[in-house]
């Protein structure tokens, strides 16, 4: 299982004010993925940090639009709901990979969407891959700067839990797992600010504007 390409980077780190505001997330939603004190087990967790330096508003309906993941995941070509819309728990759809990855499909089931709280959850339940029992959560937060009051951002979490596929290693399967998860979040800031440059606005839940 060879990770895509990337350039090597620090995991990034919540500072002890990011800590203190999103704990009650944290603890509520990403708390059963924090990585074990051992490697000794058959499923692999991360918890992975994005910050983007814009309002929660600019980000969440990206994030919550279960029926197009492909706006900001690189490795997704395609998206088609089987049943549901993407609009509610229950929600399933296949997404069809780019070539090069060790998988060709995806069929995905949407656990949690909180808008409240802007949380969303899927878990993987079939296709062509060798991910079994892959569970992600998803959650946008707005933190005020604490340098500068009057500024607000973004700090994107993401948390999975995964089994380990034969034949693979728990660092072989943190390794492969975090780089897609961390390039994917890396273009879900790319993505929100190029909308922000453009001057886009929403158009009901979502507007993406062509570069």
Not at 36 to 44: E, F, I, K
Not at 121 to 130: C, K, N, P, T
Not at 164 to 177: A, H, Y
Request: glycine residues 6%; negative net charge; hydrophobic residues 35%.
């Amino acid at each position: 299982m060879e990770p895509p390409k990337v350039q090597p980077s620090m995991h990034a780190h919540l500072t002890q004010q990011e800590l203190s505001t999103l704990q009650p997330i944290i603890q509520r939603y990403h708390q059963p993925m924090h990585p074990p004190t051992s490697a000794a087990t058959n499923t692999c967790t991360s918890l992975m940090v994005q910050r983007i330096e814009a309002p929660a508003a600019a980000v969440w309906p990206i994030v919550r639009a279960f029926d197009r993941p492909q706006t900001y995941k690189h490795f997704i070509r395609a998206c088609e709901m089987v049943d549901g819309n993407g609009g509610g728990v229950g929600s399933k759809r296949r997404v069809t990979v780019v070539s090069g990855l060790p998988a060709t499909t995806s069929v995905e089931r949407l656990e949690i969407l909180d808008d409240e709280n802007r949380v969303l959850s899927f878990r993987v339940v079939g296709g062509d891959h060798r991910l079994k029992d892959y569970v992600s959560v998803t959650s946008v937060n707005e933190v005020i700067s604490d340098v500068n009051s009057s500024e607000v951002y973004c700090v994107v979490l993401e948390s999975y839990v995964v089994e380990i596929p034969e034949g693979n290693s728990w660092e072989d399967t943190r390794l492969f797992v975090d780089t897609i998860v961390r390039l994917n979040l890396q273009n879900l800031r790319n993505v929100v600010m190029a909308n922000s440059l453009h001057g886009c606005e929403g158009l009901g839940n979502l507007r993406i504007c062509d570069h």
